[in-house]
């Protein structure tokens, strides 16, 4: 398959026939002509939504030197 918005793929592998428990092996290649950043992937991803539930422990009173 080429070309495919990712939004798009489940209604296409559906229309192809492949079943939902079918197992696959993918090779993602990225056409657009700017790459998601790694913020924004990590963002994306959530590998670090438990830092919100963690405590703040620095506040601006820790700060030796405040920067403008």
Known sequence: MNDIEA???ADELRRRGI???QR???VI???ETE???ITAMN???GA???LAEEPD???DADLVERFR
Do not use: Q, T
Request: aromatic share 12%; hydrophobic share 45%.
């Open 24 to 26: 696959l092996r993918v």
């Open 35 to 37: 790459e998601p950043s």
């Open 7 to 9: 939004g798009k793929l």
């Open 19 to 21: 079943a939902p428990a």
């Open 29 to 31: 290649e990225s056409i």
């Open 48 to 50: 670090f939504d438990w």
């Open 43 to 45: 963002a994306a991803g």
């Open 57 to 59: 422990l620095y506040g």
